[in-house]
């Protein structure tokens, strides 16, 4: 579908901002829907944001209000930008794509292109 290739990771203290990035090459579709998850050792994979081919987004719960997810189509890029961190955001964060003219729900099921994932760890 999408070759993705996740970037951005690293070790900040609470309070601190992240920058996540997601390069999507090799399409197959024109339009999809794209998302960032996140697994913590012994969690399952949960949705963190997801943006459709036509802006929209939606977010979970737990990040909404310090989260943004962003897409630059010119570079073919997917952002996510995150403030005010918290011990319990660290994970593994992956990006996600799906053929989709329409904003997708924030279930791994719905994504079918996933990157390599890069480590998020927030120490208190």
């Known amino acids: 579908l999408v070759k993705l290739v996740d970037s951005g990771g690293g070790s900040v203290q609470a309070g601190g901002s992240l920058r996540l990035s997601c390069v999507a090459s090799?399409?197959?579709?024109?339009?999809?829907?794209m998302a960032w998850f996140r697994q913590a050792p012994g969690k399952e994979r949960e949705g963190v944001a997801a943006?459709?081919?036509?802006?929209?987004?939606t977010y979970a719960g737990s990040v909404k209000g310090r989260f943004t997810v962003s897409k630059d189509n010119g570079k073919n890029t997917l952002y996510l930008q995150m403030d005010n961190l918290k011990p319990e955001d660290t994970a593994m964060y992956y990006c996600?794509?799906?053929?989709?003219?329409?904003?997708?729900?924030?279930?791994?099921?719905?994504?079918?292109?996933w990157g390599r994932g890069t480590q998020v760890t927030v120490s208190s």
């Open positions: 090799e399409f197959t579709y024109s339009k999809y829907g």
């Open positions: 996600a794509a799906q053929p989709a003219q329409w904003l997708l729900p924030l279930r791994p099921d719905e994504f079918g292109s």
């Open positions: 943006i459709g081919d036509d802006g929209k987004t």
